[in-house]
């Protein structure tokens, strides 16, 4: 009981000011609530529509007496809203339409709708009213993925040269995979230096390491922009050789910034892994004729596996997030993942595609771990 | 044992890892007007911009006063939840736990945007109190898993003792358990101000032009107008986070 009393007060106030608002977000990603207020009769009509052709008149009353109770009622806009970011001309063909039925008593809505816009006549512009029913939605998921369904329910990518957020996450797993890669082939000798040396010239070893990884990602990433800067030492150097290349604003800047600042935190899960690999096992073999490269690789590289994949989860993982990096030393085309959901949410006000956006971040980053897991699980059990 | 082959390589990430943080302190002390070398000479020319413009001043003013705002507050209730999670096995131990280190599990572009959203709607944004909620619960975590660090070193049978020797729980807790952790709970509050002090993607979301902080202004001035001044905040900061992560371990040692 008194534990609960001391636990509860931290869990309290991250479940309001933390887990709450980023579960209310992330629900923006999959909820749909902005059209069915406004088209209730609409969306009942269309319910057995089989989403070929246009519906017939029945559906057009509805629809014509929704938008003149959503235009008195105030739904109307945030309804045409929504309905614009699937299909972009929904916000006009709704204004001209709610304008050609103003009058209850104006004749047959289907002739006036479908002279207000011709968009009407499209199965298309229907489907997009169906598909926003809600509550639920895998319309901004689909989006984020560029994908979308049709009037009848099926799902097709978007044509090639609207593709743009495949193309962010291929992106961003490919520049975290270089990095990872980067880490793991310049942090291993490290590790394995510090695990095997003598405690005392080890110290001074580990300060090099700890010395970055305590100074924060962006004060390393201000120094990458001096160091790759045209004035910068880099470029100076080079340019005893000729003109010098652009080191900064590419994606040659965001992996070595990106690798500096991980490389501790591949460094340190395989230190923790190799110091616990017997030391005699290596001499053992030495004295059994190997060579230190044959006993290096034979005896010590297999037992250091689970530190070899705790370390590359952990870069991977934060690298598919990395925002500020990439921002200030990237190029503005080579953006990663974490650059659009800021981008979305902030300058387009899309919230939801930047919660769905978010969703596949967390989505990748829940199945990687799991997937990691099962091996990282099986090489601790062996080596122990 | 035979390293020699590991040492050439080691010897060359260790200089790769260490020199770019070391090579921003004599830059910053340059007094050419360009973030490079060669340097035309040495000052505090960029040290008196940072301290002198307003935009630099505010941002450091900002950064502190967040700092400590957060570090209070993720101290006092992070505290008393690793003191209550300490040698605790009860049901659901394992999802209070993920709770607890969800904020740093949550990549900080999400966190940013969420918070965002709903500070917005609760008039949290544009002022320094949503930011201290924001930066408490982003380094609460901290406290918590630095504290149950060092408490996993201490004697569990110091605190039975105490009972047995006639002391009441509460007394038990004030002249045993706290003076024990205190050290603990330091390191944790150190802890918590430096990743406070550095925290950027939050803060260029949530703050309005009242509360930009020393990150966020680097930030800015490295997207537009970059100067050597960002090279004198990055090494204040660099100092007072290397000093803050430093201390640490050394109070931690201490506890045990």
Not at chain 1, 225 to 244: E, I, K, Q, T, W
Request: one cysteine or more.
């Amino acid at each position: 009981m008194r534990r609960a009393g001391l636990i509860a007060p931290l869990l309290v106030f991250l479940l309001l000011a933390f887990i709450g608002p980023v579960v209310a977000f992330l629900a923006r990603g999959v909820e749909d609530d902005a059209v069915a207020p406004a088209f209730p009769r609409t969306l009942a009509a269309l319910a057995d529509w089989n989403g070929q052709g246009v519906p017939g008149d029945p559906t057009f009353e509805a629809l014509a007496e929704d938008l003149r109770a959503a235009r008195a009622a105030g739904t109307l806009n945030p309804a045409a809203a929504r309905l614009n970011t699937d299909r972009s001309e929904m916000r006009g063909a709704i204004a001209a339409a709610a304008r050609a039925v103003a009058d209850p008593a104006g004749g047959p809505a289907r002739d006036a709708i479908l002279r207000a816009d011709p968009a009407w006549g499209e199965s298309e512009t229907w489907g997009a009213i169906r598909r926003a029913a809600g509550p639920w939605t895998t319309y901004h998921l689909l989006a984020a993925l560029d994908f979308k369904r049709d009037a009848a329910g099926a799902i097709h990518s978007d044509p090639p040269e609207q593709v743009v957020f495949r193309t962010v996450l291929a992106r961003t797993f490919a520049i975290s995979g270089l990095v990872t890669l980067l880490c793991l082939l310049l942090g291993y000798p490290v590790a394995a230096l510090l695990a095997l040396l003598p405690w005392r010239a080890a110290g001074l070893m580990a300060i090099c390491v700890l010395l970055p990884f305590w100074t924060g990602v962006i004060v390393r990433s201000a120094a990458w922009m001096a160091l790759l800067g045209h004035d910068g030492p880099v470029a100076g150097a080079l340019s005893l050789f000729g003109p010098p290349p652009a080191l900064l604003f590419n994606r040659f800047a965001v992996v070595l910034a990106m690798t500096h600042i991980q490389l501790p935190f591949m460094i340190l899960p395989l230190l923790a892994v190799m110091r616990r690999v017997p030391r005699l096992q290596w001499r053992a073999a030495s004295s059994l004729g190997a060579a230190p490269v044959a006993a290096f690789l034979r005896i010590w590289l297999p037992q250091t596996v689970p530190g070899v994949i705790a370390g590359a989860l952990l870069v991977f993982l934060q690298c598919l997030g990395f925002y500020v990096t990439p921002a200030l030393l990237g190029g503005g085309a080579d953006q990663m993942l974490a650059y659009f959901i800021g981008a979305e949410a902030t300058r387009s006000g899309n919230w939801a595609l930047a919660a769905a956006m978010s969703l596949v971040l967390l989505g990748a980053t829940a199945a990687l771990a799991l997937v990691a897991a099962r091996p990282m699980r099986a090489a601790m059990a062996r080596s122990a | 044992m035979k390293t020699a082959f590991l040492s050439v390589p080691g010897a060359l990430v260790l200089a790769f890892l260490v020199l770019p943080v070391l090579i921003i302190v004599p830059l910053s002390f340059s007094t050419g007007p360009f973030l490079g070398f060669p340097l035309r000479g040495l000052g505090l020319r960029w040290y008196e911009t940072l301290l002198a413009s307003d935009f630099w001043r505010q941002g450091l003013e900002n950064s502190l006063i967040l700092a400590a705002g957060a570090t209070v507050c993720s101290t006092l209730l992070g505290t008393p939840a690793a003191l209550g999670l300490w040698r605790a096995r009860f049901r659901g131990r394992g999802v209070v736990m993920g709770l607890i280190l969800a904020p740093i599990v949550v990549p900080a572009i999400v966190t940013a945007v969420a918070l965002t959203l709903v500070y917005g709607r609760l008039g949290l944004t544009g002022s320094l109190a949503g930011l201290i909620v924001a930066h408490t619960a982003m380094t609460a975590p901290f406290v918590v898993i630095t504290l149950l660090a060092a408490l996993s070193r201490l004697d569990p049978l110091l605190g039975r003792a105490a009972a047995a020797s006639g002391a009441a729980p509460f007394a038990a807790f004030l002249r045993v358990t706290l003076p024990l952790a205190a050290p603990g709970i330091a390191a944790g509050a150190a802890f918590a101000c430096a990743v406070s002090l550095d925290e950027s993607v939050v803060a260029l979301f949530l703050a309005g032009p009242g509360q930009r902080t020393l990150p966020r202004q680097m930030f800015a001035a490295m997207r537009e107008a970059p100067d050597p001044t960002i090279l004198a905040a990055a090494t204040l900061l660099a100092v007072l986070s290397v000093a803050l992560l430093a201390a640490a371990p050394l109070l931690r040692r201490r506890a045990g």
